[in-house]
């Protein structure tokens, strides 16, 4: 399962506008079910007649923070505030999935470390048949292709293969040297297990199901949430363990101690709540058509979860794994988010491998239910190249693949001054200073004027941007300027000086009049 985050503005709304409607609707609206199949985000708008000051920025917002497919946790937070129990949340995000109980379950084998030559270990109170003393610190390292036990400078033992360190009943094994989850000492329940791997050694923590959801809750979800929402994490997480096997056939590790699987810290991530959640749900998994089932989850749905098929883009579809809509999601703090500003030349760079000759645009060819970006394409002047929603997202460093886009494109161009009409010359002033030029003189009116034009896409007609001028180190109003046909605007500038034009809180490229 890859879910990039966890802990968890707004889209300026068009009505009539794909892109908008893609941001802001609630994901169980008809709107959001009948998004047109492409959606182009250009950003060339004025490659036809560049200008020194033209200048293009992509404007960015969203929804969500994760994969988006199964169950959201801040959704299931919001569905426990309304008096939801953990087997109806569980049987709304799982689709025709039943709650089953497990008899006799195999261990979990959760890679910790890897690459180190070294470890130390602590509270071990065995390894194999050979007794040790839990008090003490021992260090693990290789010797002659042997994995070797030491206590200070004394060999304690030596195996060939994987030495286990096992923790005496109720207890933990304490590993440091190196680092997982932001820590660089944990305790874990079971064993320590440390095997030779290519040129270091890795350690493996194996532990009994139940233990390891009891330390995998509280790394995902707050341990202060309501009972109901951690015993859904607590059977997801069961469910999840049971099911996956990240290291594969024959390998050292069945799970990963991170969102490569799911996040785990062993005995610190254990608290008497959570611990409640693990054992009023004990052994109980999520099943289908009465067979445990892979339980996807992750942080924030931004209102809708997401097909499997549409964001592990080319998955088997799963019938417990469909989109549904996630009405109390907007407790997380990242339930919508942005507006992120990237210059036409900071979207080059991220977009790096698939641009080829000089980036264009992105134009999305397909959204998902909810609606993320499933596929799109990345427009260079010289070809087009392929790319999913998560490379997307990937690419520009996103929460999410439910993305929505707006272009800005600016110019200044300088129109020669217009020669004041003929007039019939007044009658000369005796107090006027003779040779200064007079109100209406033709050097007063043959001051250059500064256009600002450009197009903000998608923008209705219509609606009004603001022009704004730089004044030290602030922004201010100079002029609102009104939306033509296709997001087009035109204004005359007060004079030379920085400016901008804001839309709503998203903002367009500075750029110089002179």
């Not at 199964?70 to 709304?92: A, E, K, N, P, V």
């Not at 264009?360 to 998902?368: A, C, F, S």
Request: hydrophobic fraction near 35%; charge should be positive.
């Amino acid at each position: 399962m890859h879910r990039d985050g966890r802990r968890i503005a707004y889209p300026v709304e068009e009505p009539g506008s794909e892109t908008a409607t893609c941001g802001l609707r609630e994901s169980s609206s008809p709107q959001m079910r009948r998004l047109p199949a492409i959606l182009a985000v250009t950003l060339t708008a004025l490659l036809a007649a560049p200008a020194a000051q033209a200048a293009t920025s992509l404007v960015l917002r969203g929804a969500g923070f994760g994969h988006g497919v199964g169950m959201s946790q801040y959704g299931t937070l919001g569905f426990s505030q309304h008096g939801w129990d953990y087997r109806r949340i569980l049987g709304y995000y799982y689709q025709g999935t039943a709650i089953g109980k497990l008899g006799a379950a195999p261990p979990v084998r959760v890679l910790l470390r890897s690459g180190h030559s070294r470890y130390s270990v602590s509270g071990a109170a065995a390894s194999g048949a050979l007794r040790l003393d839990p008090s003490l610190t021992y260090d693990v390292t290789t010797a002659d292709g042997h994995v070797v036990l030491r206590h200070g400078s004394d060999d304690v033992g030596q195996v060939d293969g994987t030495l286990r360190l096992s923790a005496p009943a109720g207890g933990a094994v304490t590993l440091a040297g190196g680092a997982v989850n932001g820590l660089r000492d944990g305790s874990y329940r079971g064993s320590i297990d440390i095997t030779r791997s290519g040129s270091g050694l890795i350690a493996v923590n194996t532990v009994p199901l139940e233990q390891y959801v009891a330390g995998v809750i509280s790394a995902e979800v707050s341990a202060s949430w309501p009972a109901e929402a951690l015993k859904v994490q607590a059977v997801a997480a069961r469910s999840y363990a049971l099911t996956t096997n990240a290291g594969g056939l024959g390998a050292l590790f069945t799970q990963y101690a991170d969102t490569r699987s799911q996040m785990y810290r062993g005995v610190s991530a254990e608290h008497p709540s959570t611990n409640a959640a693990a054992a009023a749900t004990a052994g109980e998994v999520v099943t289908y058509a009465g067979e445990p089932v892979t339980t996807y989850f992750f942080s924030t749905s931004g209102g809708r979860t997401e097909n499997v098929e549409n964001s592990f883009v080319g998955s088997d579809p799963k019938p417990w794994l469909k989109s549904v809509p996630d009405p109390y999601d907007n407790v997380s703090p990242v339930h919508r988010w942005g507006p992120l500003t990237f210059t036409r030349a900071d979207a080059a760079r991220r977009l790096a491998g698939y641009v080829q000759g000089r980036f264009r645009k992105i134009r999305v060819t397909q959204r998902g239910v909810s609606p993320r970006i499933v596929r799109a394409e990345v427009v260079g002047t010289t070809g087009t190249s392929a790319i999913t929603g998560p490379q997307l997202r990937r690419a520009f460093g996103l929460r999410d693949a439910w993305i929505v886009f707006r272009t800005f494109s600016t110019d200044v161009t300088k129109r020669r001054p217009v020669a004041p009409p003929a007039t019939t010359p007044a009658a000369p002033d005796p107090g006027a200073k003779v040779g200064g030029p007079g109100p209406g003189s033709a050097s007063t009116a043959r001051v250059p004027r500064l256009l600002l034009h450009g197009r903000i896409s998608p923008a209705q007609r219509g609606r009004w941007a603001t022009v704004e001028r730089r004044v030290g180190t602030t922004w201010i109003r100079a002029v609102d300027v009104l939306l033509a046909d296709g997001g087009r605007y035109r204004t005359t500038l007060p004079g030379p000086g920085d400016y901008r034009v804001r839309f709503g809180d998203e903002l367009g490229p500075v750029v110089t009049a002179r």
